[in-house]
C-alpha cells in the first residue's frame, strides 16, 4: 500500500504543536497593545495636566519657548497636584512646536 498522506497521529501533532504556539503568542500580542494604548492615555493625560503646570510656572514655559524643548520630572507633576499617578513615565521631555503646541515623550 502506497503512503500518501499524514496519519490521524501526525496531524493531530501538528495541530497540538500550532496550538501550544499560539497559546504563547497570542497574550504577548494582546499585552503589547494594551502597553501601547496606556502610554497613549498617559502621554494624553500628561499633555492635558501640562496646562495648568504651565499656568502656574510661567518660567517653564518661557523656558520651553526659548529653548525648544525642556525636561519635567513626573514626581513634580504628582506632587504638585496636576495627575494623580504616572506609570510609565519617570522624567517627561516637553518639545514646543513652531505652532505653538507641544509634543511629550519619555525624557
Known sequence: MKKN???????????????LVATVTIPIIINSNDRDRIVEQEKA??????EYYFNAHPDKMRELRENGEILIQASDLINEGYIR???????????YNEDGTYDVSAG
Do not use: C, N, Q, Y
Open 5 to 19: 498522506a499524514f496519519t490521524l497521529i501526525e496531524t493531530i501533532g501538528v495541530i497540538i504543536v500550532i496550538a
Open 45 to 50: 493625560d500628561i499633555k492635558a495636566s501640562l
Open 85 to 95: 499617578e504616572i506609570t510609565k513615565f519617570k522624567a517627561i521631555k516637553v518639545t
